[in-house]
Nanobody, 119 residues
Framework: QVQLAESGGGLVQAGGSLRLSCAAS????????MGWFRQAPGKEREFVAA????????YYADSVKGRFAISSDNAKNTVYLQMNSLKPEDTAVYYC????????????WGQGTQVTVSS
């Protein structure tokens, strides 16, 4: 059974940093793209960042470019989202997801981890 388990969320002051982790299990992800999404209260879920499982070709939403960094550690089967210079508008539940390379549908999702940025 495929599982994506997020961790690392919490409460941080504006300007601070957090690192989210996504531990992947249940299959090999060599042909997958791993992504992070977020959903704030009353808003739709939005894309944040993604990277191939091999750790190449990261890309970001404009709203986080230059502040967030996505990376993968294949030996640990884990994908990370380093979040710096956090803003109150980054407050949301952050989800890890996976899709096959060449496909558009994100087929695997984690349960999410809450990130709250206080002003």
């Amino acid at each position: 059974q495929v599982q994506l388990a997020e961790s690392g969320g919490g409460l941080v002051q504006a300007g601070g940093s957090l690192r989210l982790s996504c531990a992947a299990s249940g299959r090999t992800f060599n042909n997958y793209v791993m992504g992070w999404f977020r959903q704030a209260p009353g808003k739709e879920r939005e894309f944040v960042a993604a990277i191939s499982w091999s750790g190449i070709n990261p890309y970001y939403a404009d709203s986080v470019k230059g502040r967030f960094a996505i990376s993968s550690d294949n030996a640990k089967n884990t994908v990370y989202l380093q979040m710096n210079s956090l803003k109150p508008e980054d407050t949301a539940v952050y989800y890890c997801a996976a899709r096959r390379i060449g496909r558009t549908e994100w087929v695997y999702w984690g349960q999410g981890t809450q990130v709250t940025v206080s002003s």
